[in-house]
């Protein structure tokens, strides 16, 4: 194996592929929700059998002050509507929607 200063490279190597297999989703944020979260998207590690409910108890947590109570929002994943019982996979992408009204 290679050395580099008398570390072993396939350390790295190894590293590398840890965290490319890592299980994500991505959670975007629009309008008011991005002045709170002071950015466009985050990403959220994912297990087996989580489900849309449980990538917003993790947004609520990470935002407390980000009004996602239900009936304010549309929720989506990879621009279909989901429900809080819709099933995520690695690479998903979420939207929790804000509603807009006005006259």
Same mark, same amino acid.
């Given at each position: 194996?290679?050395?580099?200063?008398? =570390? &072993?490279?396939?350390?790295?190597?190894?590293?590398?592929?840890?965290?490319?297999?890592?299980?994500?989703?991505?959670?975007?944020?629009?309008?008011?929700?991005?002045? =709170?979260?002071?950015? &466009? %998207?985050?990403?959220?590690?994912?297990?087996?059998?989580?489900?849309?409910? &449980?990538?917003?108890?993790?947004?609520?947590?990470?935002?407390?002050?980000?009004?996602?109570?239900?009936?304010? =929002?549309?929720?989506?994943?990879?621009?279909?509507?989901? %429900?809080?019982?819709?099933?995520?996979?690695?690479? &998903?992408?979420?939207?929790?929607?804000?509603?807009? %009204?006005?006259?």
């Amino acid at each position: 194996m290679w050395e580099l200063e008398g =570390v &072993d490279v396939g350390y790295f190597s190894k590293l590398w592929v840890n965290q490319a297999m890592k299980k994500v989703i991505s959670i975007e944020f629009f309008g008011m929700q991005r002045a =709170v979260t002071k950015t &466009d %998207s985050i990403y959220m590690p994912i297990a087996e059998n989580m489900r849309v409910n &449980d990538a917003l108890e993790y947004v609520k947590n990470q935002y407390p002050k980000l009004p996602l109570d239900k009936g304010m =929002v549309l929720i989506t994943v990879n621009q279909e509507m989901a %429900s809080l019982d819709t099933m995520l996979k690695a690479n &998903d992408s979420v939207l929790f929607l804000p509603f807009i %009204s006005g006259g």
